[in-house]
């Protein structure tokens, strides 16, 4: 990747194209204003001098704010403001990586997990959160939070009715307030996620 950054520099294609590359890792996009097909020709070109692999299933042109992009486990594209409606180039946290972090947490909620301690369950839950806020910190992401928030509530009662053999779903034996409070169960829209989990 290193060589393909410098490759892209030192000919000039990044004044002469006005395209900037931004990475991660292997992972990268080129920003331009105008000049996408001849950005991507130039691409294809060098990497295949330098021998290297286009992911074909990951490339593609596209125009922001019309489109958005997934990059590297943000999309970036039109947002709207909650407060007022109107519409601005943002970034929030991908489909993929919240529906990924819930399939994280429904395995660690799994009935499989009923031998776990009680008292250690949210604690276990609450690093995979904060790990996961720390990273999705930027941007919007009001939206993930909530998602992520209703659906680790909903496996966290799950996990306790299967446990404690409680019929139902668990919202009048174990409320809000009995897994904020007792539990201490994190919830990512009411606690900044920069903040470390001291919990152990």
């Known amino acids: 990747m290193r060589r393909f950054v410098l490759g892209w520099k030192t000919p000039g294609y990044d004044r002469r194209l006005r395209a900037k590359i931004v990475n991660y890792a ?5 920003c331009c204003r105008g000049t996408a097909q001849a950005a991507m020709d130039a691409m294809r070109a060098m990497m295949q001098k330098l021998k290297l692999t286009v992911n074909e299933m990951k490339t593609r042109s596209c125009r922001v704010p019309e489109d ?3 990059f590297p486990g943000y999309t970036l594209g039109r947002c709207y ?3 007022t409606g109107q519409a601005y180039l943002g970034m929030y ?9 819930c399939r994280n947490l429904s395995e660690r909620t799994s009935r499989r997990r009923e031998q776990d301690a009680v008292a250690d369950k949210a604690a276990q839950l609450n690093r995979t959160l904060i790990g ?14 909530r998602i992520v928030d209703r659906h680790v509530r909903h496996r966290l009662r799950q996990w306790l009715c299967a446990k404690h053999k409680v019929p139902g779903q668990g919202y009048a034996r174990f409320p809000d307030t009995y897994l904020d409070q007792v539990l201490g169960l994190v919830s990512l829209q009411t606690r900044r996620p920069n903040v470390s989990c001291a919990t152990t």
């Open 26 to 30: 292997d992972d990268f996009v080129i």
């Open 68 to 70: 958005s992009f997934d």
């Open 81 to 83: 403001s909650p407060r």
């Open 93 to 101: 946290p991908s489909r993929k990586k919240v529906q990924a972090m």
């Open 132 to 145: 996961w806020a720390n990273y999705f910190s930027r941007g919007s992401v009001s939206k993930a939070y």
